[in-house]
């Protein structure tokens, strides 16, 4: 199975700041890698696909990047109603399989 | 509006059965793959099993294979996960999740419900 690392696992940070998160495939994924966002209580949604491009309703504060192994999902100033934990997912090779996930805390 | 809305979880002893059922409505139930994806309590996201359109391709984890089943019904909108021979580690939130693509493979997940709680205890 191709293996995900999410970084950080969990990060504090103020409202209008950069959010960076990386994802590293432990081979290449070409660009099928996904973003999700799940609240606490809540379903994942799905933010971003393909590694960049934003799913219809996003707010476009929201990016990807990143190809072959590895990836960066942005937030470029967040938000409180952004608290969330995020998780990235392949899709080239199967089982799909997600990353450990990054909690994103208010500071 | 699509909407997911899963049932059939509960308290189960180990080596019982279980069946989870998933109503799907707001879209075109037989055009597209289904999946489901569980999340053990205060744990990550694991796939589960996917099911492609026509429920010619079926594919599963090997911490289920053999195991769990999954099916559809697209007349009636349903996708289900027949779940024997369960054990504690199978205890999670199982999620529906609709695939962007009609095959299961790929397995872009675009749409989830609310998930059903699964406890497998004694």
């Known amino acids: 199975d191709i293996q995900m690392t999410q970084s950080p696992s969990s990060l504090s940070a103020s409202v209008g700041d950069r959010v960076t998160i990386t994802c590293q495939a432990s081979?290449?994924?070409?660009?099928?890698l996904n973003w999700y966002q799940q609240k606490p209580g809540k379903a994942p949604k799905l933010l971003i696909y393909?590694?960049?491009n934003l799913e219809t309703g996003v707010p476009s504060r929201f990016s990807g990047s990143g190809s072959g192994t590895d990836f960066t999902f942005t937030i470029s100033s967040l938000q409180p109603e952004d608290i969330a934990t995020y998780y990235c997912?392949?899709?080239?090779?199967?089982?799909?399989?997600f990353g450990q996930g990054t909690k994103l805390e208010i500071k | 509006e699509v909407q997911l809305v899963e049932s059939g979880g509960g308290l189960v002893q180990p080596g019982r059965s279980l069946r989870l059922s998933c109503a799907a409505s707001?879209?075109?139930?037989?055009?597209?793959?289904m999946h489901w994806v569980r999340q053990a309590p205060g744990k990550g996201l694991e796939w589960v099993s996917g099911?492609?359109?026509?429920?010619?391709?079926?594919g599963y984890a090997d911490s289920v294979k053999g195991r769990f089943t999954i099916s559809r019904d697209n007349a009636k909108n349903s996708l289900y996960l027949q779940m024997n021979s369960l054990r504690a580690e199978d205890t999670a939130l199982y999620y529906c999740?609709?695939?962007?693509?009609?095959?299961?493979?790929?397995?872009?997940?675009?749409?989830w419900g609310q998930g059903t709680l699964v406890t497998v205890s004694s």
């Open positions: 999740a609709k695939a962007r693509y009609f095959d299961w493979p790929r397995s872009l997940f675009d749409y």
């Open positions: 707001g879209f075109t139930f037989d055009d597209y793959a």
């Open positions: 099911i492609s359109w026509n429920s010619g391709s079926i």
């Open positions: 081979q290449d994924i070409s660009n099928y």
């Open positions: 393909d590694a960049s």
């Open positions: 997912q392949q899709y080239d090779n199967l089982p799909p399989t």
